[in-house]
């Protein structure tokens, strides 16, 4: 058709939006997204949180066998949510690009963590285990609950997660624990208990245990318990959706654009830190 805009070709499974008018951006009015783990569900959710609303634009969704590198240039921040071993990766390629990166993705191994810090020298980025509103109040909660009883009460953290959830004890629950761990000022490698099995012997007063369930479609739950004798509390959150954990991500995604070089917590984006 005469007049036509030509075609923008991608690689298989990828997706760029038509141009948007440069005023728009100008104007503030929406953050260009790049979606790394596009098809997986988180990589779903985000997408139709950010369909809902015109604050964000998905500039390119890429996922496992695609090339980020040819869509990561159209963005203002990568949201990742895909597997261990990619993330480095991808802080890399952001760093290259100069692009802010959210990364939701856990169960990475130290030699990993190291590997992403490098890059905080170069790009802001949100680094968080879970991005819901409520489970960082939880956290929250949980430092002030574990400051408050003091070290009379016993510490246990529980979560139940969905069958398919290939790491364990799940992100929220390890920062729940290091937060413990913190307040308590143990050696969180030395107090941790994975279940307990056998003639175990009495509780110490250092430890603090983690159980950690799996079946189900179950999205996430998290209980820490702190017992003591005669009473006991527990702090829950339950998430039904995965809507809750996209619209935090896509939250932390507008704010850290822009945001000094380093490394932020979800507790920095809803100013809790």
Same mark, same amino acid.
């Given at each position: ?59 390119? &969704? *890429?996922?496992? $066998? ?11 921040? %990568? =949201?990742?949510? /895909?597997? +261990? &071993? *990619?993330?480095? $990766? ?11 990166? %959210? =990364?939701?993705? /856990?169960? +990475? ?16 980025? %949100? ?147």
């Amino acid at each position: 058709m005469p007049g036509a805009a030509p075609q923008r070709r991608t690689l298989p499974g990828t997706f760029l939006l038509p141009p948007r008018p440069l005023d728009c951006y100008a104007r503030g009015r929406m953050t260009r997204l790049v979606i790394n783990g596009s098809r997986g569900r988180m990589g779903q959710a985000l997408l139709a949180g950010a369909a809902a609303n015109p604050e964000w634009v998905v500039a390119g &969704a *890429v996922d496992q $066998g695609d090339d980020l590198g040819a869509v990561v240039a159209q963005c203002d921040v %990568v =949201i990742d949510f /895909t597997f +261990h &071993a *990619v993330t480095a $990766g991808v802080a890399a390629l952001c760093a290259r690009y100069g692009k802010a990166l %959210v =990364i939701g993705t /856990t169960g +990475h191994s130290e030699d990993e963590k190291v590997a992403i810090r490098t890059h905080a020298a170069t790009i802001p980025m %949100v680094w968080a285990s879970n991005y819901s509103t409520g489970v960082n109040t939880l956290f929250w909660l949980t430092r002030k609950a574990a400051e408050i009883l003091g070290p009379g009460f016993d510490l246990e953290v529980v979560e139940m997660h969905h069958r398919m959830k290939r790491d364990a004890p799940s992100g929220t629950a390890t920062t729940l624990l290091e937060i413990l761990a913190d307040v308590r000022k143990l050696q969180l490698a030395e107090a941790l208990r994975h279940g307990r099995s056998g003639i175990t012997g009495e509780r110490t007063d250092s430890e603090i245990g983690i159980h950690a369930l799996r079946g189900g479609d179950v999205v996430g739950d998290h209980t820490v318990i702190f017992a003591a004798p005669g009473e006991r509390v527990e702090l829950t959150h339950k998430a039904s959706s995965r809507d809750t954990f996209a619209r935090g991500a896509l939250r932390a995604a507008t704010w850290v654009v822009g945001r000094p070089p380093g490394i932020y917590s979800m507790q920095d984006v809803l100013g809790l830190a």
